[in-house]
């Protein structure tokens, strides 16, 4: 009878390297996540946090290592159009839509996922109720943020991926986002994390991205710049 090794972890970031404008970002990162884990990156402004989560989301490829889902190489093209269905992002860029309501605003992804009937409670949840049916324009700041985190519960995808998901939400906010965090992780949920504050998050690995400096400035920078002046 084959012995049965250990689960697989559902990712796998093995040795990866990342470059952004010809500059190494990220330098040989190894990650293991099962399902239920949680990550939090943190690091100073341009370390590579947002870097590290746009190219777990595929935005950006690796230049070193592999990103592996279920062991599977999320760069062959036919995984990767079934991981980026695991995926949700929540990034500083709210893609909300202000003519719409805010019921409208995530009714509109859970019907792009062919899903239905978990928008309200979800923008029950995130304390948005009263206005579910005022216009999406009429919203605050932390409560456009609300509004993004009720698409992630409606949508409901495995693998969260959260820029900053923190930024203008009041001390409920940031309660009700822990709260959602840590029943996705109890359905067997991934999520990743980007933050500068503190978020609770039990039991999460931490990776703290080291600072970045600017490249020394090469021959053509400067010949870049004479042209400028
Ligand atoms: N569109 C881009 N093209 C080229 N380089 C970029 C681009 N966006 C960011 N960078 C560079 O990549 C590096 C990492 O940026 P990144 O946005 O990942 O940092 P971060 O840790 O998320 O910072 P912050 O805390 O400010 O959000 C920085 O040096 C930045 O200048
Ligand atoms: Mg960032």
Request: charged share 25%; net charge positive.
């Amino acid at each position: 009878m084959p012995v049965r090794g250990p689960p697989l972890p559902r990712l796998l970031l093995d040795n990866v390297s990342c470059m952004r404008n010809a500059q190494i970002i990220l330098r040989h990162v190894n990650v293991s996540i099962h399902d239920g884990g949680a990550l939090v990156l943190t690091g100073t402004n341009g370390s590579g946090k947002t870097t590290f989560l746009r190219m777990m989301a595929g935005f950006c490829r690796p230049t070193a290592g592999q990103i592996l889902w279920n062991g599977h190489d999320v760069s062959d093209s036919g995984v990767y159009h079934q991981y980026r269905l695991q995926l949700n992002w929540l990034s500083l860029k709210h893609a909300i839509t202000d003519k719409l309501t805010v019921l409208e605003n995530v009714q509109w992804f859970e019907l792009l996922e062919s899903k239905m009937g978990k928008s309200l409670p979800a923008v029950e949840l995130m304390g948005l109720g009263r206005l579910a049916n005022e216009k999406a324009r009429m919203l605050s700041m932390g409560q456009r943020k609300r509004l993004q985190l009720a698409r992630l519960i409606a949508i409901d995808r495995p693998i969260w991926l959260l820029d900053e998901p923190s930024i203008a939400l009041d001390s409920d906010g940031v309660k009700l986002l822990e709260y959602i965090i840590a029943e996705h992780r109890k359905r067997g949920g991934i999520v990743i994390v980007a933050t500068h504050l503190p978020i609770e998050i039990e039991d999460a690995m931490v990776l703290r991205l080291p600072p970045r400096f600017p490249r020394r400035m090469t021959l053509s920078d400067m010949l870049d710049r004479a042209d400028m002046s």
